[in-house]
C-alpha cells in the first residue's frame, strides 16, 4: 500500500505540472510568434522485487541451519513522470497590422536577436521599433540582427517636428526617432528613407528539437549552428499570431484537474487503508 501511494503521487504530479504547462499557453495566446508547449510523459523506471529469506532447519527442535532464499517476485512500477516538454513549432496565424514595423515570418524561420548581455536568441516575434541610436529593437529592447552579424541601423527622419511628436505611420510614439519610411522585402531587405539598411538575419533550424524556450517568445538553440533561411518569406505590416489555441488548452486544463482529482482521492484511500493495516495486524480475533 505504501507503494500504491507513491504511484498515486507520482501522478499528480505530473497532472499538477501538465495544469502549469497548460497554464503557461493560455497566458500567452495573445503574445505575437508564441509557440505552444506539449508535456510527454512515460513510465517511470520499474525495479525487480525478490523475496528474501532463510527457511528453518529441517528436523524440528535441533540446530539444525537454515537454507536462505532469494526468490524473484515480479516487477515492479512507480507510476509516471516527464519525460519532456518540447515546443510545438506549427505556423500561427498571420495578421495584417498595417504597422511598417510589425514584420511576421511565413516558413520556419526565426529573426536573430541580441539581448543587453551580447547573448544571441531566436525569435518569432516581429514586433519592432527604433532605439534612441536608430537600431532595429525587439519590444524587450533586444537588437535586432542583420545578416552581416551587425544590427540593423536605420536613417533617422530628417524632420524634427516629426521627431518630438512621433510617427503614426511606423509606431513610433513621441520622444523617439523616427523613421520617415521603412520597407521590407520578403526576402528581409531593409531600407529606410530609401536608403539600403541591411538584411534581416532569419535562419532556420535543421532539428527544432534542440531549440528551446527562453521565455515568452525568444528560444536559444543547443545544437547545430543556424543557417541562413531558404524556406521562410517576410511578411512587413503583419505579426504572427501565437499558435496556442484557446479552446483546446481549455479541455486540456479541466481534463488535467480530473486527473490530479483522480490521484488525490486515490492517495486518501490507500492512506486509510494503510492506517486500518496498521491499526488491526497483530490483534488477536
Not at 176 to 200: C, E, F, H, T
Request: no cysteine.
Amino acid at each position: 500500500m505504501v507503494r500504491g501511494l507513491y504511484t498515486a503521487a507520482a501522478g499528480a504530479m505530473v497532472a499538477q505540472s501538465n495544469v502549469d504547462v497548460i497554464a503557461n499557453n493560455l497566458a500567452n495566446v495573445n503574445t505575437s510568434g508564441f509557440k505552444r508547449t506539449l508535456m510527454q510523459v512515460e513510465s517511470a523506471p520499474q525495479v525487480a522485487l525478490f523475496r528474501d529469506q532463510t527457511d528453518p532447519g529441517q528436523t524440528p527442535g535441533n540446530r539444525t541451519a537454515g537454507v536462505a532464499t532469494h526468490a524473484a517476485i515480479g516487477n515492479l512500477g512507480f507510476g509516471s513522470r516527464i519525460y519532456d516538454t518540447p515546443t510545438v513549432f506549427e505556423q500561427g496565424q498571420i495578421e495584417q497590422t498595417g504597422n511598417s514595423m510589425d514584420v511576421a515570418l511565413n516558413g520556419p524561420g526565426f529573426f536573430a536577436v541580441r539581448d543587453a548581455a551580447g547573448a544571441i536568441h531566436y525569435t518569432r516575434g516581429g514586433s519592432f521599433t527604433q532605439n534612441t541610436k536608430n537600431e532595429l529593437v525587439t519590444s524587450d529592447g533586444d537588437n535586432v540582427m542583420g545578416s552581416n552579424g551587425q544590427p540593423v541601423t536605420l536613417q533617422p527622419q530628417s524632420n524634427v517636428a516629426a521627431n518630438r511628436q512621433g510617427n503614426s505611420t511606423n509606431g513610433n510614439p513621441p520622444g523617439q526617432l523616427a523613421v520617415a519610411s521603412i520597407k521590407i522585402d520578403p526576402r528581409g531587405n531593409v531600407s529606410s528613407n530609401g536608403v539600403p539598411s541591411g538584411q534581416l538575419a532569419v535562419v532556420e533550424f535543421a532539428n527544432l528539437a534542440n531549440v528551446r524556450p527562453q521565455g515568452a517568445d525568444k528560444f536559444g538553440n543547443s545544437g547545430a549552428p543556424p543557417q541562413a533561411a531558404t524556406q521562410t518569406t517576410v511578411l512587413q505590416g503583419a505579426q504572427e499570431k501565437s499558435n496556442s489555441n484557446v479552446i483546446s488548452s481549455m479541455v486540456a486544463l479541466i481534463a488535467n484537474e480530473r486527473w490530479f482529482d483522480a490521484n488525490e482521492k486515490m492517495i486518501s484511500t490507500q492512506d486509510t487503508e494503510l492506517g486500518a493495516a496498521i491499526g488491526t495486524v497483530g490483534k488477536s480475533t
